[in-house]
């Protein structure tokens, strides 16, 4: 089969023939439709993800696609169906070899580029904000980095449970997707000022920040007292110090969320959170945003769409 490889960290992805996975027990062979590209496949491209399969890799994460085969022990009917599944990585291939039990089915009406980019945005932001930040009704919620795949699933979300949404992002067409996600106001990241923008607002309850750096200190120093501040990631590249003084002051409280690790430390909270977003999408009330999809010859080049901050949404690896 084709599948996108790191055979040296740093290096440009190459597409070569590689063998196919055979399904071991609880596994399922999966041909992959589509993968989702996520910032952690450009570090783990480098080297510089917590998670460092042995080389040569397959990057991609998340995927849609049929399931061809089962391996032993996968007791429930599932070969024929289309589903979508978080799968740490191996996805940017023609096939994939997977647990039974981490594969979600495609409701009707999805499109597999849908699919493919739907698990990890939609469930990062969800498990931050309901599980992990308990966000309320009437709350303010700020959004950093917010036209990203995973910040504009966080103004969605943050609408849908009830909160005034500050979206953070850089230049006019990336403020403006955040607005038409949902968000109630807009501060611009490059040349505004985020601190006395949102406390200008009133000041912020819970702050979800897949950014770090300058930006996570400025949300710190905006929050209003007892407010949440979840750090999801570090795409400015500058993962921050927090000056305990600030979160003793002002009774704050960071969480970390590392959603990948709900696969098997809460898996049943994962797969909870992921009925209750497909059920929002059934509604109408959850759109995927799909900036741009690349075919696997061209896997690199949608990394390094990620790496130069030109995606507003998800990027795609299309497979057939």
């Known amino acids: 089969m084709r599948a996108a490889q790191v055979s040296e960290y740093g290096q440009e992805l190459r597409v070569s023939e590689v ?3 055979n399904p071991g027990p609880g596994e ?14 450009l570090l783990m491209r480098s080297g510089r993800y917590q998670e460092r399969p042995p080389l040569p890799f397959t990057p991609g994460m998340e995927l849609c696609g049929t399931v061809e085969a089962s391996g032993p022990d996968v007791t429930h009917a599932i070969v024929g169906r289309r589903i979508m599944a978080y799968c740490g990585h191996g996805a940017m291939a023609e096939f994939a070899a997977l647990p039974a039990n981490a594969c979600v089915e495609v409701p009707e009406g999805m499109s597999n580029v849908a699919a493919a980019t739907f698990p990890i945005a939609y ?3 969800h498990l931050a904000l309901d599980h992990r930040a308990r966000l309320q009704p009437g709350e303010r919620l700020l959004v950093l980095g917010a036209a990203g795949g995973v910040g504009l699933t966080a103004v969605e979300i943050g609408k849908i449970m009830g909160a005034e949404v500050i979206a953070c992002a850089r230049g006019g067409a990336r403020l403006a997707a955040a607005k038409a996600a949902g968000a109630d106001h807009v501060v611009d990241s490059e040349t505004g000022d985020i601190r006395a923008s949102v406390k200008s607002l009133g000041g912020a309850d819970v702050v979800v920040d897949p950014v770090g750096g300058e930006q996570f200190t400025a949300a710190l120093r905006s929050c209003r007292p007892g407010a949440r501040l ?3 990631g570090f795409a400015s590249g500058d993962i921050p110090r927090i000056p305990a003084n600030i979160l003793l002051v002002k009774n704050l409280t960071v969480i970390g969320l590392y959603w990948g690790a709900y696969a098997s430390l809460g898996p049943s ?16 009330r959850l759109t995927p945003r799909i900036c741009r999809s690349f075919p696997l010859e061209e896997a690199d080049a949608a990394l390094e769409m990620l790496r130069s901050r030109k995606a507003v949404g998800k990027v795609v690896v299309t497979i057939d």
């Open 19 to 21: 063998p196919r996975p």
């Open 28 to 41: 399922v062979l999966v041909r992959v439709h589509a993968c989702g590209v996520n910032f952690a496949d």
């Open 123 to 125: 469930g990062t932001s």
């Open 230 to 232: 979840v750090p999801l």
């Open 269 to 284: 909270i994962m797969s909870a959170s992921l009925e209750g977003l497909l059920a929002w999408h059934a509604e109408g």
